[in-house]
């Protein structure tokens, strides 16, 4: 019986690690996501039971390869202990609700888009950079409190000094921080903003080109930077897991460099030992 088991883990095994069955789960999540875009068309309301049929099966192949991957495993529990197949099991899971005309058919057609974000997980290249992103929030969290500070700073200068350009952008700092926030943005703020306090205020463009070059051109930039230094040690801890690319030879070539030196101290001591010894 074991060996049985055994087998057949071992076919599971070497199924879930095809690359044309990952091709085929990729595409069938795209299939998903076009079906769930198909239903916002009020033409295809006369095909409404062959996209139902057509749900039905992408839930069944969803369900049938997330099991696949679960007895793939050594140990079930091993399969939980991976984020990513947490967060696939969780979605299959939620899409087992039927479409059907009860109560519930407006939490099973929400929880049937979120199938899109399974290529997140298929997909190591997004897995890498949705892991980058959420490991660089508190260094961005930071960054982010400072333009607030200097939101509020230029909100409260732009409230008390243009009060009486436009009640509606500057009437007070809560209405001042969205007016900064349009300029932040380039939202028409040359037109909407710069120019109508310009008519009032000559030097008004003092103001708002010291607040975008902080924003556009200092804190974006560094919003950038934390992103992409954080992708790059991601995409080298990648490299040194799989033992592929430029890193991973690096370090093979220091542990290499570092066996040898351990060689060489060695016989230097066995050498001095000797020496020591044809001396005595």
């Known amino acids: 019986m074991s060996a049985s088991f055994d087998t057949w883990r ?11 069955f990952e091709l085929t789960v990729i595409a069938i999540i795209v299939f998903s996501a076009l079906l769930i875009g198909a239903r916002t068309y009020e033409e295809v309301t006369r095909f409404q039971q062959v996209l139902l049929v057509l749900d ?9 390869e997330i099991l696949i991957r679960m007895a793939a495993e050594k140990r ?8 990513w197949n947490v967060f696939d099991f ?16 407006l939490l099973a057609r929400l929880l049937r888009i979120f199938r899109v974000l399974r290529l997140v997980s298929m997909i190591p290249e997004l897995r890498m950079l949705m892991a980058a992103l959420f490991k660089s929030i508190p260094r961005m969290g930071y960054v982010a409190l400072l333009m607030f500070i200097i939101f ?15 009640e509606r952008l500057w009437g007070n700092i809560s209405l001042a921080m969205l007016t900064l926030f349009q300029v932040a943005t380039f939202e028409s703020w040359a037109t909407a903003v710069l120019y109508p306090t310009m008519e009032y205020y000559p030097y008004a463009w003092i103001f708002f080109l010291t607040f975008i070059f902080l924003n556009a051109f ?6 950038i930077g934390i992103v992409l230094d954080v992708m790059q040690k991601e995409s080298i801890q990648i490299e040194l897991e799989s033992g592929k690319g430029e890193a991973a030879e690096l370090h093979g070539l220091r542990n290499d ?7 060489l101290s060695r016989m230097e001591t066995m050498l001095e030992r000797r020496e020591d010894k044809r001396l005595i």
Do not use: C, W
């Not at 071992?10 to 044309?20: G, S």
């Not at 039905?56 to 049938?64: D, I, Q, R």
């Not at 079930?76 to 202990?81: E, V």
């Open 56 to 64: 039905v099966a992408v839930t069944v192949f969803f369900l049938v």
């Open 152 to 166: 509020y700073i230029y909100a409260a200068l732009g409230s008390f000094l243009f009060h009486d350009v436009d």
């Open 76 to 83: 079930l529990r091993d399969f939980f202990r991976n984020g």
């Open 257 to 263: 460099v570092r066996e040898l030196r351990d060689q």
């Open 10 to 20: 071992l076919r599971f095994e070497r199924l879930r690690a095809n690359k044309f």
């Open 218 to 223: 200092i804190f974006l930039n560094m919003m």
């Open 90 to 105: 969780l979605i299959v899971t939620a899409s087992l609700i039927p479409m059907d005309d009860s109560e519930m058919v």
